[in-house]
Nanobody, 125 residues
């Protein structure tokens, strides 16, 4: 079991930046460093969309084409926290952002085993 709590969402103008954080607590005896982590988002009226993932293996990363070059995922295993630095934000980035965790090597559009409650990001034009 992993509990995930996101923070850092808010309202920002187009072109601005936000950094999302996701603090994890693990109750299964597995350490945070063993989990692959990811960020997903869901805009109003749309399905959940994969944004980025960072693997437990060598911190390998993957990004959706829509955020590549603008968003950066990172993790701090000492703090049990994963981050999503979002730069050059666009109105199309407006969504609820969810943190996710899984024991697989990478995450993608098929989701994850554990989810946070989400944090709202709103980008105004």
């Amino acid at each position: 079991q992993v509990q995930l709590v996101e923070s850092g969402g808010g309202l920002v103008q187009a072109g601005g930046s936000l950094r999302l954080s996701c603090a994890a607590s693990t109750a299964s005896g597995r350490t945070f460093s063993r989990y692959t982590l990811g960020w997903f988002r869901q805009a109003p009226g749309k399905g959940r969309e994969f944004v980025s993932t960072i693997s437990w293996i060598n911190d390998n990363q993957k990004y959706a084409d829509s955020v590549k070059g603008r968003f950066t995922i990172s993790r701090d295993n000492a703090k049990n926290t994963v981050y999503l630095q979002m730069n050059s934000l666009k109105p199309d980035d407006t969504a609820v952002y969810y943190c996710a965790a899984d024991l697989r090597d990478m995450l993608g559009s098929d989701g994850a085993a554990y989810w946070g409650q989400g944090t709202q990001v709103t980008v105004s034009s």
